[in-house]
């Protein structure tokens, strides 16, 4: 690839990128001739974007996205990895499970995936190792989700008094297994939301305020203050994932001064949205943790601009039209489609902040680097694969429905401009997608191990 402004592990220059056999081979001004020959002239080159945070619904809910509805989309906003969180049912809870899943979403994959295990309420230290053996990036703990035990499904809010739900994982959960999983070097990512908080402020949702008092940034604050001393008495590498407030990142920031090991992911919805903003969208702006208060957005971008949060993944979670806008708010499903936009989103952010190759580190080498791909995702150098996003950094992206290609259609940026569009998409050093139309073939994506 030619003429581009490439983003390198040292910033932005002026290079060639010269790509073989799916790797990239050099980068450098003349880099010579490679297996792909493209004019990136006035364009961006960046690395292949990583969502750390994805939920693929495959298998499980096909009617609200599989694995190809899934990296096509993907594959259309620049994100070259996706990292498939476990509750797709069955549950990913042991080796077996994991590599089931693995196989189906290598037939049905356009872009290259990892996949995270489940911690749940009945884990135990062979299931720990066993799905760490199979590849899992690491485990995934839904504090306050049941699994019900006749098809294996995590599912949130359970009736008390179901005999048919296994009881979900709490600290206690958590504290026993995170030996093993230090010791494996292995992270534990975690929905943090204390279920506790939660019961006692839980209500009817008529208004967005009342979701927002139902879930407040306590709940979260919490959940991360005890993983934080978990993480300071085991060196457990906890990864609060989709960080909503500013009482949680200050709970995070205690934590690690105290001396956990905190990984920090925020998301574009709470990098842009505010209540305000959700109680315009309605149900389609509904989701676990809330979108909350300027305040909060401010708080999270800060931390993002000074280096604190280390990657923005998207909590990509598609349902059905039905599910979602043919609700009332209390009845409709938490959860918002994203995957498509997050590079557009943050990298108009990172203008924003003056450092436009800023958005390269949070959605392609800070995952990366958190889940043990780096460098062969993440960074565009030799040796790593060819994934690599062409960006228009003088066109314009606005968001519609009428242009994505998850199952779901309508996320909560509906309407956002940004000031980029993805030309170009590589993965492996292959076309996945040319001005944002998907182009890759279902079945070409691999599965991804962390290297440890
Ligand atoms: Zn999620």
Request: net charge negative.
């Amino acid at each position: 690839m030619r003429g581009g402004t490439v983003r390198t592990p040292d910033g932005l220059r002026a290079a060639d990128v010269a790509v073989s056999a799916g790797t990239v081979a050099a980068v450098q001004p003349g880099a010579g001739p490679g297996a792909v020959e493209v004019d990136a002239r006035g364009l961006l080159v960046l690395p292949g974007g990583v969502d750390a945070h994805v939920h693929s619904r495959d298998p499980g809910f096909p009617e609200k996205e599989d694995f190809t509805s899934l990296t096509a989309a993907a594959a259309a906003g620049g994100i070259t990895t996706v990292v498939d969180m476990p509750n797709t049912v069955p549950a990913v809870e042991s080796a077996a499970v994991f590599q089931d899943k693995a196989e189906q979403a290598s037939s049905r994959a356009v872009v290259d995936f990892a996949l995270w295990g489940l911690l749940g309420g009945s884990t135990s230290a062979e299931d720990v190792d066993g799905l760490l053996d199979a590849g899992a990036v690491g485990l995934k703990a839904f504090l306050g989700y049941a699994i019900r035990r006749s098809n294996r499904q995590v599912i949130y809010q359970p009736g008390a008094d179901d005999a048919d739900l296994e009881p979900p994982p709490d600290y206690g959960t958590v504290a026993r297994l995170a030996p093993d999983l230090a010791r494996r070097g292995a992270p534990l990512s975690a929905h943090c939301e204390d279920p506790g908080v939660l019961r006692a402020f839980e209500r009817p949702l008529e208004r967005y305020a009342d979701l927002l008092a139902a879930r407040p940034a306590l709940a979260e604050a919490i959940a991360i203050a005890a993983l934080g001393v978990v993480s300071q008495r085991t060196g457990l590498d906890v990864h609060v994932v989709h960080l909503s407030s500013a009482l949680g990142l200050a709970a995070a920031r205690d934590a690690g001064r105290a001396g956990a090991r905190i990984v920090l992911e925020t998301c574009p919805q709470y990098l842009w949205l505010t209540e305000e903003d959700a109680e315009r969208l309605g149900p389609v702006a509904k989701m676990y943790p809330a979108i909350r208060t300027a305040a909060d957005r401010a708080a999270l971008r800060e931390a993002l601009r000074a280096g604190g949060i280390h990657r923005v993944g998207t909590d990509h979670a598609p349902h059905t039209d039905e599910e979602k806008s043919g609700r009332s708010l209390d009845g409709a499903l938490p959860g918002s489609p994203g995957v498509e936009t997050l590079y557009v989103s943050c990298l108009e952010l990172a203008r924003r902040f003056g450092d436009v190759a800023a958005a390269a580190r949070w959605v392609a080498e800070g995952p990366a680097r958190t889940l043990g791909l780096y460098p062969r995702k993440g960074a565009v150098q030799p040796g790593a694969d060819a994934d690599l996003v062409l960006v228009d950094p003088e066109a314009e992206t606005v968001v519609s429905s009428a242009s994505m290609h998850s199952r779901q259609r309508h996320g909560a940026l509906e309407g956002q401009r940004f000031g980029f569009a993805v030309r170009a998409v590589y993965s492996r050093g292959e076309l996945v997608a040319r001005d944002g139309e998907p182009v890759g073939q279902p079945g070409r994506g691999r599965l991804v191990r962390p290297a440890r």
